[in-house]
């Protein structure tokens, strides 16, 4: 069966970087994109991008323009999300998500505290 | 930007229908914005119940259907269950862009 099964949580303070990494199994990496969406507390959903694991070529949302690159491993079949210059407004869950066919890991929670 | 719309909050009683809508700030929502229709409850991730205007998933219930009305994609709860009551969230897609609507709180009492 499909599954998004991503890295733990993170703090980390203003200013810094966080990498958060979503490894996929059940299905064939290269043959679909992944995104990342996140939800900050108490809040909706946000997207935050998209890479093609087969091209590697990336959509990104463009308040985040700049401060997100997305990568892919297709040797282990990971995805790769690092947000940069971190706010405290960018604490929220991340997930990663296999639009295409419905599937989502499970979230992990980035706090950005000094 | 787009901007997608949804009704902020609904209630539905047992076994009652409701439908939910997701609108679009530059026009009619077609099935060229691939519909998506997610669920979740509290401390869980999304959960997607209907893609591409009107498919359902494996896991999705029987009593939830997918379709366009009146411009808008919707998505009809028939025969509500307490376990229904969650935050539903639509998906549209413009070109590879992605916009969530801002989520409807859907209370079964």
């Known amino acids: 069966q499909v599954q998004l099964v991503q890295s733990g949580a993170e703090v980390k303070k203003p200013g810094a970087s966080v990498k958060v990494s979503c490894k996929a199994s059940?299905?064939?990496?290269?043959?679909?994109?992944i995104s990342w969406v996140r939800q900050a507390p108490g809040q909706g959903l946000e997207w935050v991008g998209w890479?093609?694991?087969?091209?590697?070529?990336?959509n990104y949302a463009q308040k985040l323009q700049g401060r997100v690159t997305m990568t892919t491993d297709t040797s282990t079949s990971t995805a790769y999300m690092e947000l940069r210059s971190l706010r405290s407004d960018d604490t929220a869950v991340y997930y990663c998500?296999?639009?295409?066919?419905?599937?989502w890991g499970q979230g992990t929670l980035v706090t950005v505290s000094s | 930007q787009a901007v997608v719309t949804q009704e902020p909050s609904l209630t539905v009683s047992p076994g009652g229908t409701v439908t939910l809508t997701c609108g679009s700030s530059?026009?009619?929502?077609?099935?060229?914005?691939?519909p998506y229709w997610l669920q979740q409850k509290p401390g869980q991730a999304p959960r997607t119940l209907i893609y591409?205007?009107?498919n359902k998933h494996s896991w999705a219930p029987a009593r939830f259907s997918g379709s366009l009305l009146g411009g808008k994609a919707a998505l009809t709860l028939s025969g509500a269950q307490p376990e229904d009551e969650a935050e539903y969230y639509c998906?549209?897609?413009?070109?590879?862009?992605?916009?969530f609507g801002g989520g409807t709180k859907l209370t079964v009492l």
């Open positions: 998500a296999r639009i295409k066919g419905g599937y």
């Open positions: 059940g299905y064939t990496f290269t043959s679909y994109g």
């Open positions: 998906l549209l897609s413009y070109s590879g862009i992605v916009v």
């Open positions: 890479i093609s694991a087969y091209k590697g070529n990336t």
């Open positions: 530059t026009g009619a929502v077609t099935s060229g914005h691939w």
């Open positions: 591409d205007t009107s």
